[in-house]
């Protein structure tokens, strides 16, 4: 998202994360280091509740408990095209995932810069969700295209989260329209587009 | 709290806040414990030096994202 200052740029990163996170109740991001006052370039982190994730319920009178967890990596980039800057947030890496009880029930992943070799976005299953004689294994990593904070959300409230807001599904899409208007890649961000690509 | 995003902490009830180092490294060792059966302290030492490099599945990348808050 696009900002005067890079100050303007994090804040105007952070509020359709805080719009899209409030659809599933209380919590906090928490971001790490001098995010407030950022350097261009260097990255940073946010998670929510200090790693921590977001405790539930499963809805329906079912027993046990579901958490859902989000952080992000990113960094501030210059950017001199038409309504894009001068100063705007590009993310690095995603991280989203739901545990029913002890076990993954999916989790979305994007580290293209990490330490892993999996550089495109990608989905993990785990036991709850996959049958004995599936294809796919929880050491398998298809590819998912880039997924954005809400259409997780979307994945945990359909999955039997709760929500206190019974308009869910506009918070979720007016969050989510900025991100869907100005981003630059849906499947996998291009290698000449790294690192300030967006 | 950035003039910006306090106006949407109190829009939406989710502020951004600085990341609670004494609460990360707890949370940290929970979630070690939990996941691969070490403390956290033992985890954050082995990530640093690259023990898991190349590694990819769910339970690491939440260690490593809560490993991420600590400065």
Not at chain 1, 76 to 92: A, H, K, L, Q, S
Not at chain 1, 162 to 190: C, G, I, V
Request: include cysteine; charge should be negative.
């Amino acid at each position: 998202m696009a900002g005067r200052t890079p100050a303007d740029a994090v804040a105007a990163f952070m509020h359709p994360i805080q719009e899209a996170a409030s659809v599933l109740g209380p919590c906090k991001v928490t971001g790490a280091g001098e995010f407030r006052s950022p350097r261009v370039g260097h990255e940073y982190s946010w998670s929510l509740n200090d790693g921590a994730g977001i405790k539930g319920r499963n809805a329906h009178g079912v027993t046990g408990v579901r958490d859902f967890y989000a952080s992000m990596s990113w960094r501030v980039v210059p950017d001199d095209r038409d309504g894009y800057g001068p100063f705007r947030v590009t993310t690095t890496r995603y991280d989203y995932s739901l545990i029913l009880d002890d076990g993954e029930v999916w989790a979305f992943h994007w580290h293209p810069e990490g330490r892993s070799d999996v550089v495109y976005p990608h989905v993990h299953f785990g036991s709850p969700v996959l049958a004995s004689t599936s294809p796919i294994t929880s050491k398998a990593h298809p590819p998912t295209g880039r997924m954005t904070l809400e259409q997780t959300i979307r994945w945990v409230l359909e999955s039997g989260g709760t929500s206190p807001f019974h308009d869910w599904p506009e918070r979720l899409a007016l969050a989510e329209a900025p991100h869907l208007l100005y981003r630059s890649w849906t499947q996998n961000r291009p290698r000449e587009a790294s690192p300030s690509g967006d | 709290m950035l003039a910006l995003d306090a106006v949407a902490a109190e829009a939406t009830g989710v502020p951004v806040e600085d990341a609670d180092q004494e609460n990360v490294m707890a949370v940290l060792d929970v979630q070690a414990r939990k996941w691969l059966g070490i403390s956290g302290a033992e985890f954050l030492s082995a990530w640093r030096a690259g023990d898991y490099n190349g590694g990819d599945d769910a339970k690491l990348g939440r260690l490593v994202s809560t490993a991420l808050l600590l400065s």
